[in-house]
């Protein structure tokens, strides 16, 4: 079967989204053939039979466009997407979109009157009439979170996360960790709630218990002064030689910062299940989590009470004091969730399966 992957982004060294380049290496030895059409298409690498097309959005990184021209952009994009899609109609025999709506929407019907089978991906817990509208044009939706907004109907499938465990993989033998070293690694945004997390860290230098944080990520334009307020919070708590910002790091390069440190401390809200926890459980690091969709990978001992920097401050403090044997049983459970249920190899086949179903 020959696959159209619909992306908002292809780019390896992209922070958020450079995962989906390995899941395009990875599909396309699953499927016949493979191709991409990427709103904003960066670096990449993928085998010869991967057809890749952009619709131009890198050739405005950098460039600040005001409202007319945003929303003639957005026209200029849709239609270079309803070209493509209708000019490669015979190279493709389903479509899979990953988290757009808005091109389930514009070219769903079209696709129906194809007769092409469409899998949508959508995996956040907020919907809107648009995810709705491009549910009911879908043929599946697919979602990792049993708390997704697209979970509990006809059409929804459970998907594995697809961690590349080979890339996020357990530290080797003396590869050890920074004592006591903790990481929050994603977009710095008020949902988010690194701020619960810079609170934590305060009580615990009150307690004079030994820690420190990397805050690795960075913000939309849209909470640059969110970003601000976490620095000043920083300074406030006389936390400067605790908390340190280092920005946002290409998808292949987190592996690293992830097993440099002993445990990294996610805040999502209750139903999110951010691929990160799950990359850092491949990696075999302790996790430090709040959302309860993770209370089948995650220990409960280490899922602290949501908004609270209390509750989060024990935790921590809990995790990094516990024994080495401990912290080792923890990590090898996490790192088989993640190899056993969460893998790519997993979500490929599945995928598979799923469009052959259809």
Same mark, same amino acid.
């Given at each position: 079967?020959?696959?159209?992957?619909?992306?908002?982004?292809?780019?390896?060294?992209?922070?958020?989204?450079?995962?989906?380049?390995?899941?395009?290496? $990875?599909?396309?030895?699953?499927?016949?053939?493979?191709?991409?059409?990427?709103?904003?298409?960066?670096? +990449?690498?993928?085998?010869?039979? &991967?057809?890749?097309?952009?619709?131009?959005?890198?050739? *405005?990184?950098?460039?600040?466009?005001?409202?007319?021209?945003?929303?003639?952009?957005?026209?200029?994009?849709?239609?270079?997407?309803?070209?493509?899609?209708?000019?490669?109609?015979?190279?493709?025999?389903?479509?899979?979109? +990953?988290?757009?709506? *808005?091109?389930?929407?514009?070219?769903?019907?079209?696709? $129906?009157?194809?007769?092409?089978?469409?899998?949508?991906?959508?995996?956040?817990?907020?919907?809107?009439?648009?995810?709705?509208?491009?549910?009911?044009?879908?043929?599946?939706?697919? +979602? &990792?979170?049993?708390?997704?907004?697209?979970?509990?109907?006809?059409?929804?499938?459970?998907?594995?996360?697809?961690?590349?465990?080979?890339?996020?993989?357990?530290?080797?033998?003396?590869?050890?960790?920074?004592?006591?070293?903790?990481?929050? %690694?994603?977009?710095?945004?008020?949902? /988010?709630?690194?701020?619960?997390?810079?609170?934590?860290?305060?009580? =615990?230098?009150?307690?004079?218990?030994?820690?420190?944080?990397?805050?690795?990520?960075?913000?939309?334009?849209?909470?640059?002064?969110?970003?601000? /307020?976490?620095?000043?919070?920083? @300074?406030?708590?006389? =936390?400067?030689?605790?908390?340190?910002?280092?920005?946002? =790091?290409?998808?292949?390069? &987190?592996?690293?910062?992830?097993?440099? +440190?002993?445990?990294?401390?996610?805040? &999502?809200?209750?139903?999110?299940?951010?691929?990160?926890?799950?990359?850092?459980?491949?990696?075999?690091? #302790?996790?430090?989590?709040?959302?309860?969709?993770?209370?089948?990978?995650?220990?409960?001992? %280490?899922?602290? @009470?949501?908004?609270? @920097?209390?509750?989060?401050?024990?935790?921590?403090?809990?995790? %990094?004091?516990?024994?080495?044997?401990?912290?080792?049983?923890?990590?090898?459970?996490? $790192? *088989?969730?993640?190899?056993?249920?969460?893998? =790519? @190899?997993?979500?490929?086949?599945?995928?598979?399966?799923?469009?052959? *179903? #259809?």
């Amino acid at each position: 079967m020959r696959i159209l992957a619909i992306t908002q982004v292809l780019d390896k060294n992209d922070d958020v989204l450079g995962f989906f380049h390995g899941w395009a290496i $990875r599909f396309s030895s699953t499927f016949s053939g493979f191709s991409v059409i990427a709103l904003r298409v960066g670096e +990449h690498s993928l085998p010869k039979n &991967t057809a890749i097309f952009s619709l131009g959005k890198e050739k *405005e990184k950098g460039v600040r466009l005001g409202i007319l021209q945003k929303i003639l952009s957005r026209v200029k994009y849709s239609f270079r997407f309803l070209v493509l899609v209708i000019k490669l109609r015979k190279s493709y025999d389903a479509v899979f979109v +990953h988290m757009n709506s *808005e091109y389930v929407i514009l070219a769903g019907t079209i696709w $129906r009157f194809m007769g092409k089978k469409v899998v949508f991906w959508y995996n956040h817990t907020v919907g809107s009439a648009k995810v709705r509208l491009a549910m009911k044009l879908s043929s599946a939706v697919c +979602h &990792t979170s049993p708390y997704a907004f697209t979970a509990g109907t006809y059409k929804s499938r459970r998907m594995p996360a697809g961690i590349d465990i080979k890339l996020f993989s357990p530290r080797g033998s003396g590869n050890a960790p920074e004592p006591n070293a903790v990481l929050y %690694l994603g977009r710095i945004a008020p949902i /988010k709630k690194v701020d619960v997390l810079i609170r934590a860290i305060g009580i =615990l230098a009150r307690e004079n218990f030994p820690v420190s944080l990397t805050v690795a990520g960075k913000a939309l334009e849209k909470d640059f002064a969110y970003e601000e /307020k976490l620095k000043k919070m920083v @300074e406030g708590f006389n =936390l400067g030689l605790r908390v340190k910002f280092v920005g946002s =790091l290409p998808n292949t390069e &987190t592996p690293t910062l992830i097993k440099k +440190h002993s445990l990294l401390v996610n805040l &999502t809200a209750k139903g999110n299940y951010d691929k990160t926890v799950l990359e850092a459980a491949s990696c075999a690091v #302790l996790v430090v989590v709040s959302s309860e969709a993770f209370k089948d990978i995650v220990p409960k001992e %280490l899922i602290f @009470e949501e908004d609270s @920097e209390n509750s989060l401050a024990l935790k921590i403090r809990f995790a %990094l004091s516990a024994s080495e044997d401990q912290k080792e049983r923890w990590g090898v459970k996490l $790192r *088989e969730r993640a190899a056993f249920e969460e893998s =790519l @190899e997993i979500l490929a086949e599945r995928l598979k399966s799923l469009f052959e *179903e #259809l």
